[in-house]
């Protein structure tokens, strides 16, 4: 695993940060696998990044243009989010931060 070689090669623990790769060399259906089972991922003990943003898996699903997939977007984001993603990369911050402030609230400790 790449986080281990990093470890050996002397990068901090704390500074790993697992990323699956969405849309990098997976079809549709891995990309939506990947998601479902990022749970699996949490169990390494390094923070999540995800980077669904736009990708062509939600365009293909909803058969939509890259300037169009902002719901879709949404959705794959909340929905890592709530199976352990800690850090999201997105093209649309406004309307992503505050799905992901109400994502994360649902699942973390936290004051209103």
């Known amino acids: 695993m ?23 060399g997976k079809t549709a259906d891995h990309n939506w696998e990947v998601i479902r089972r990022l749970e699996e991922l949490r169990e390494l003990g390094h923070p999540i990044l995800i980077g669904t943003s736009r990708k062509s898996f939600i365009g293909k699903l909803l058969d939509l243009p890259v300037t169009e997939r902002l719901e879709g977007t949404e959705a794959t984001v909340v929905a890592a989010v709530l199976r352990g993603a800690d850090i999201v990369r997105v093209h649309d911050v406004l309307p992503m931060t505050r799905a992901v402030r109400v994502a994360d609230r649902m699942t973390r400790s936290g004051h209103d």
Do not use: C, M, N, Q
């Open 2 to 24: 790449a986080a281990a070689r990093a470890i050996a090669a002397g990068v901090p623990r704390e500074k790993v940060i697992l990323d699956p790769g969405i849309g990098f």
